[in-house]
C-alpha cells in the first residue's frame, strides 16, 4: 500500500519567516495531493490541493510543489502569522490505497 | 462551518460495548469518508461510501461496521470496544466518488472508552 512520510514533525518559526513542511510518497500512481490544517480542537479544513499534472499551485500566501519524479511535495507558507500555528497535514490519493493521510506538523509561529 | 453534521459530539462507555456514531453529509454530496484519529496521531481512513454502496476499505477493524442510508447519512458502528479504540472519529463528505475531491470535514465525535 501507500507509505507517506511528512517531515518535520513539529517546526517553530519565528512570525514574518516562511515554513515548508515536505511529505514522500511510494505509490507512482497517485495523482491528488491536498494539504489539510488542523488547528486543536477543531476538524481538519483543506488549505491547498494540487493535480499530478501541475508542478506548482500558490494561494496567497501558501503554495504548494509537486515533484514526481522524485515522488514528494512539498507546503510552503510565507509572511507567517501567528494564526498560522497548527497542525498541518498532507494526504495522498488516486494510487493502490484509496486516500492516505501523512503524520502531521505541529507548525508554532512565534510572535 | 463545513456544513457536515456529527452526532454525538462526546460518548463515554466501558470496554466490551456497543456504540453508533452518525455521520450528515453536506447537501449535494454523496459520498462519505470515516477516519480515526487517536491522540497526536494523524488521520486513518476507515471506509467510504458513495450513493449507499461502500466504495473503499481502509484500515478498519472487523469489529467496525459502517452503512450509508437512502438519504446519505452514514452510521459507523463500533462493537466490543477495547481502549484503544478511543478516538477522535471525523466523517467527511465530498461530492464525487472518486477520492480526488475536497473532502468536508464535520466536528468529529470523540469516543472514550473505560
Known amino acids: 500500500g501507500e507509505n507517506v512520510e511528512q517531515h518535520p514533525s513539529t517546526l517553530s518559526v519565528q512570525e514574518g519567516d516562511s515554513a515548508v513542511i515536505k511529505c514522500t510518497y511510494s505509490?507512482?500512481?497517485?495523482?491528488?495531493f491536498p494539504w489539510y490544517k488542523q488547528e486543536l480542537g477543531k476538524r481538519p479544513q483543506l488549505i491547498i490541493d494540487?493535480?499530478?499534472?501541475?508542478g506548482e499551485k500558490k494561494d496567497q500566501r501558501i503554495a504548494v510543489t509537486l515533484n514526481k519524479t522524485a515522488k514528494h511535495f512539498s507546503l510552503h507558507i510565507t509572511e507567517t502569522q501567528p494564526e498560522d500555528s497548527a497542525v498541518y497535514f498532507c494526504a495522498v490519493s488516486g494510487g493502490y490505497q484509496k486516500v492516505t493521510f501523512g503524520t502531521g506538523t505541529k507548525l508554532q509561529v512565534i510572535p | 462551518d463545513s456544513g457536515v453534521t456529527q452526532t454525538p459530539k462526546h460518548l463515554i462507555t466501558a470496554t466490551g460495548q456497543r456504540v453508533t456514531l452518525r455521520c450528515s453529509p453536506r447537501?449535494?454530496?454523496?459520498?462519505v469518508y470515516w477516519y480515526q484519529q487517536s491522540l497526536d496521531q494523524g488521520l486513518q481512513f476507515l471506509i467510504q461510501y458513495y450513493n449507499g454502496e461502500e466504495r473503499a476499505k481502509g484500515n478498519i477493524l472487523e469489529r467496525f461496521s459502517a452503512q450509508q442510508f437512502p438519504d446519505l447519512h452514514s452510521e459507523l458502528n463500533l462493537s466490543s470496544l477495547e481502549l484503544g479504540d478511543s478516538a477522535l472519529y471525523f466523517c467527511?463528505?465530498?461530492?464525487?466518488?472518486?477520492?480526488?475531491?475536497?473532502?468536508?470535514f464535520g466536528p468529529g465525535t470523540r469516543l472514550t472508552v473505560t
Open positions: 467527511a463528505s465530498s461530492v464525487g466518488a472518486s477520492e480526488n475531491y475536497e473532502q468536508y
Open positions: 505509490d507512482s500512481a497517485s495523482n491528488y
Open positions: 447537501s449535494g454530496d454523496l459520498s
Open positions: 494540487i493535480r499530478s499534472n501541475v
